[in-house]
C-alpha cells in the first residue's frame, strides 16, 4: 500500500512538472566561514530530524603512484577517537541519542554522515569539527597500523577472495592510462598500504582535511540562523589549510581494443566491456545512463530479452555509467549460462549496440527509462540523507547546491536521436577494454584477441 502510494505521489509530480511546473526543488543557504568552510543548510520540519553530511574534496583520484589507497584508508582512522573524543565514543555518543552513521570514499571525494534527532544537532556538529581539527591529536602509530590491516583484509575480502572481485581493478588499470588519476583502485594496492608511513598519513591529514577543502550540509529541522551559529561555535575555530588544487588529468583515448583474460575461481565465465566516457554532468553523461537502462536495465531492456530470455545463453546481464569528474566510463557485464562461451555474448552484445547506433530506440524505450528515473530521484528526496548527500554532490560536481531540476532537465531533454549520436562517439568496438573471467583451467571460453578492421 505505502509504495503505490509513492508512486501516486510521484506520478502527481511528475504531471506537474510535464505541464511546465517546478517539481524538483532543494532551497538552501549557502556561507562561508572566515577559515573557508562551505556550510550549506536546508530546513526541512516534516520530521524532528536532522542530517549531517561532510564531504571532503579529496578522493584516490589525489593520491599519487606508490601512495595509494589513502583516502580510504582515511575513511576508517576518522572513526578511531580525535583530540576530544575517546576511541569508540563516536559511535557510542551518537547511539545514546538515536542517531547513526557512516563514510564512504570513491575517486573524487570522501564524505561522512550522521542521521539523528535534531534535538542532538550539536553532538554531531562536535564529533565532525572535533575529528576536523584535533584528529592528530589521537593518532597513532598503532592505530595507523591497525586501520592499514583493517583495509588490507578489506580489500581481501571485496576483491582479491571474492568470485569476480578483480574485475574492476583490472577495468580501471586497462582503461585509464598510467599517471591518470583514476588508473588505480580506490582500496589501493597492498604494497602502498604497507609502505604508508605514518609521516605519509599526517601529511596527507594536514593537506587535505582542512576547512577550505570541505562542504558542510545540515539538512533538516532546523533554523538555519541558530545552525549556522552552531556551525561557528564548532568549526570556527579550526585553521585553513594550503589551496588544493584538482589533480591533472589530461584527455585520452584507446589506440585500440585492449583483451584480457583472468582466471578465477567460478563456476561461470563473465564478460566486462569499458568504454570511456563523457565526465559528470557533461554532454553525454546523462546520454549514456539512459544507454544503459535501455541496453540492459531491467528484465524489459533490449540485451536482457536477448539473451536472457529468447536465446538463453546467459545468466544474467546489466550495464551502468559509472560518472566521474575527470572523466567517466560505461561497463556492460554479462554471465554465461553453462556450456556457452563468452565469445557468443560478445556477438549478440555488439550486434544490439550497433543496432542502437543504426536506428534509434523507441520512444516508448526514452520515455520508460525517464519516467524510472523521475521516479526514483523524487522517492531518494523523501529521505534526509539523501537530500543531504544530492546537496554536498550538485555543490561539488556543479557549484549550484540547488542543481536538482537541471539534473532531470539533462535527461528529460534528450531525444531518441541524441542516444543514437553519443552511442556512436562513444561505445567504439575499437576503443575499449574486453576483460573475460573465466573458470580456472578454462582459458578457451573467453573473447579471442581480435584484429577488428574500423
Given at each position: 500500500?505505502?509504495?503505490?502510494?509513492?508512486?501516486?505521489?510521484?506520478?502527481?509530480?511528475?504531471?506537474?512538472?510535464?505541464?511546465?511546473?517546478?517539481?524538483?526543488?532543494?532551497?538552501?543557504?549557502?556561507?562561508?566561514?572566515?577559515?573557508?568552510?562551505?556550510?550549506?543548510?536546508?530546513?526541512d520540519h516534516r520530521v524532528p530530524m536532522v542530517a549531517v553530511n561532510v564531504w571532503y574534496h579529496?578522493?584516490?583520484?589525489?593520491?599519487?603512484?606508490?601512495?595509494?589507497?589513502?583516502?580510504?584508508?582515511?575513511?576508517?582512522?576518522?572513526?578511531?577517537?580525535?583530540?576530544?573524543?575517546?576511541?569508540?565514543?563516536?559511535?557510542?555518543?551518537?547511539?545514546?541519542?538515536?542517531?547513526?552513521?557512516?563514510?564512504?570514499?570513491?575517486?573524487?571525494?570522501?564524505?561522512?554522515?550522521?542521521?539523528?534527532?535534531?534535538?542532538?544537532?550539536?553532538?554531531?556538529?562536535?564529533?565532525?569539527?572535533?575529528?576536523?581539527?584535533?584528529?592528530?591529536?589521537?593518532?597513532?602509530?598503532?592505530?595507523?597500523?591497525?586501520?592499514?590491516?583493517?583495509?588490507?583484509?578489506?580489500?581481501?575480502?571485496?576483491?582479491?577472495?571474492?568470485?569476480?572481485?578483480?574485475?574492476?581493478?583490472?577495468?580501471?588499470?586497462?582503461?585509464?592510462?598510467?599517471?591518470?588519476?583514476?588508473?588505480?583502485?580506490?582500496?589501493?594496492?597492498?604494497?602502498?598500504?604497507?609502505?604508508?608511513?605514518?609521516?605519509?598519513?599526517?601529511?596527507?591529514?594536514?593537506?587535505?582535511?582542512?576547512?577550505?577543502?570541505?562542504?558542510?550540509?545540515i539538512a533538516g529541522d532546523i533554523d538555519p540562523e541558530k545552525a549556522l551559529e552552531r556551525v561557528?561555535?564548532?568549526?570556527?575555530?579550526?585553521?585553513?589549510?594550503?589551496?588544493?588544487?584538482?589533480?591533472?588529468?589530461?584527455?585520452?583515448?584507446?589506440?585500440?581494443?585492449?583483451?584480457?583474460?583472468?582466471?578465477?575461481?567460478?563456476?561461470?565465465?563473465?564478460?566486462?566491456?569499458?568504454?570511456?566516457?563523457?565526465?559528470?554532468?557533461?554532454p553525454g553523461d546523462a546520454e549514456m545512463d539512459v544507454i544503459a537502462d535501455i541496453l540492459a536495465?531491467?528484465?524489459?531492456?533490449?540485451?536482457?530479452?536477448?539473451?536472457?530470455?529468447?536465446?538463453?545463453?546467459?545468466?544474467?546481464?546489466?550495464?551502468?555509467?559509472?560518472?566521474?569528474?575527470?572523466?567517466?566510463?560505461?561497463?556492460?557485464?554479462?554471465?554465461?549460462?553453462?556450456?556457452?562461451?563468452?565469445?557468443?555474448?560478445?556477438?549478440?552484445?555488439?550486434?544490439?549496440?550497433?543496432?542502437?547506433?543504426?536506428?534509434?530506440?523507441?520512444?516508448?524505450?526514452?520515455?520508460?527509462?525517464?519516467?524510472?528515473?523521475?521516479?526514483?530521484?523524487?522517492?531518494?528526496?523523501?529521505?534526509?540523507?539523501?537530500?543531504?548527500?544530492?546537496?554536498?554532490?550538485?555543490?561539488?560536481?556543479?557549484?549550484?547546491?540547488?542543481?536538482?531540476?537541471?539534473?532531470?532537465?539533462?535527461?528529460?531533454?534528450?531525444?531518441?536521436?541524441?542516444?543514437?549520436?553519443?552511442?556512436?562517439?562513444?561505445?567504439?568496438?575499437?576503443?575499449?577494454?574486453?576483460?573475460?573471467?573465466?573458470?580456472?583451467?578454462?582459458?578457451?571460453?573467453?573473447?579471442?584477441?581480435?584484429?577488428?578492421?574500423?
Amino acid at each position: 500500500m505505502r509504495n503505490r502510494m509513492i508512486l501516486w505521489i510521484a506520478g502527481m509530480l511528475l504531471a506537474g512538472l510535464a505541464a511546465g511546473q517546478e517539481a524538483l526543488s532543494l532551497p538552501y543557504q549557502i556561507h562561508t566561514l572566515d577559515n573557508g568552510l562551505t556550510v550549506i543548510l536546508h530546513e526541512d520540519h516534516r520530521v524532528p530530524m536532522v542530517a549531517v553530511n561532510v564531504w571532503y574534496h579529496v578522493g584516490s583520484g589525489f593520491e599519487k603512484p606508490g601512495r595509494t589507497g589513502f583516502a580510504h584508508l582515511f575513511e576508517h582512522i576518522m572513526f578511531e577517537g580525535s583530540g576530544h573524543v575517546e576511541e569508540g565514543d563516536f559511535d557510542n555518543l551518537l547511539e545514546s541519542a538515536g542517531g547513526n552513521n557512516n563514510g564512504s570514499t570513491n575517486t573524487d571525494r570522501t564524505n561522512y554522515y550522521e542521521v539523528l534527532p535534531s534535538s542532538a544537532l550539536d553532538i554531531a556538529l562536535f564529533l565532525e569539527s572535533d575529528r576536523m581539527g584535533y584528529l592528530l591529536d589521537a593518532m597513532s602509530p598503532e592505530k595507523v597500523d591497525g586501520q592499514r590491516d583493517v583495509v588490507k583484509n578489506e580489500r581481501r575480502q571485496s576483491y582479491e577472495n571474492r568470485p569476480y572481485g578483480m574485475a574492476w581493478i583490472r577495468l580501471v588499470e586497462a582503461l585509464y592510462p598510467k599517471g591518470h588519476p583514476y588508473h588505480w583502485p580506490t582500496i589501493g594496492y597492498m604494497e602502498d598500504l604497507t609502505a604508508a608511513s605514518y609521516e605519509d598519513v599526517v601529511e596527507f591529514f594536514n593537506r587535505y582535511y582542512r576547512p577550505n577543502n570541505a562542504s558542510l550540509v545540515i539538512a533538516g529541522d532546523i533554523d538555519p540562523e541558530k545552525a549556522l551559529e552552531r556551525v561557528k561555535y564548532w568549526f570556527g575555530e579550526i585553521p585553513a589549510g594550503e589551496e588544493v588544487l584538482p589533480p591533472d588529468s589530461e584527455p585520452f583515448s584507446l589506440s585500440g581494443p585492449s583483451y584480457l583474460t583472468l582466471e578465477d575461481n567460478v563456476q561461470l565465465p563473465r564478460l566486462y566491456l569499458a568504454y570511456p566516457t563523457a565526465s559528470f554532468y557533461a554532454p553525454g553523461d546523462a546520454e549514456m545512463d539512459v544507454i544503459a537502462d535501455i541496453l540492459a536495465g531491467g528484465k524489459n531492456s533490449r540485451l536482457y530479452k536477448k539473451l536472457v530470455y529468447e536465446l538463453g545463453i546467459a545468466q544474467d546481464v546489466s550495464a551502468f555509467q559509472a560518472s566521474r569528474a575527470m572523466g567517466s566510463m560505461f561497463v556492460l557485464m554479462a554471465t554465461a549460462r553453462p556450456g556457452h562461451s563468452l565469445e557468443e555474448l560478445r556477438a549478440v552484445i555488439d550486434e544490439e549496440v550497433e543496432g542502437l547506433k543504426n536506428a534509434p530506440p523507441t520512444q516508448r524505450e526514452l520515455e520508460r527509462t525517464l519516467n524510472q528515473r523521475e521516479v526514483s530521484m523524487l522517492r531518494s528526496f523523501q529521505s534526509l540523507f539523501r537530500k543531504a548527500d544530492a546537496l554536498n554532490q550538485y555543490f561539488y560536481y556543479t557549484g549550484n547546491p540547488d542543481y536538482a531540476n537541471e539534473d532531470l532537465s539533462r535527461y528529460r531533454a534528450l531525444s531518441v536521436d541524441d542516444l543514437s549520436v553519443m552511442a556512436r562517439q562513444f561505445l567504439d568496438p575499437h576503443k575499449r577494454v574486453l576483460l573475460s573471467i573465466v573458470p580456472e583451467g578454462q582459458a578457451e571460453l573467453a573473447v579471442p584477441n581480435q584484429n577488428i578492421k574500423p
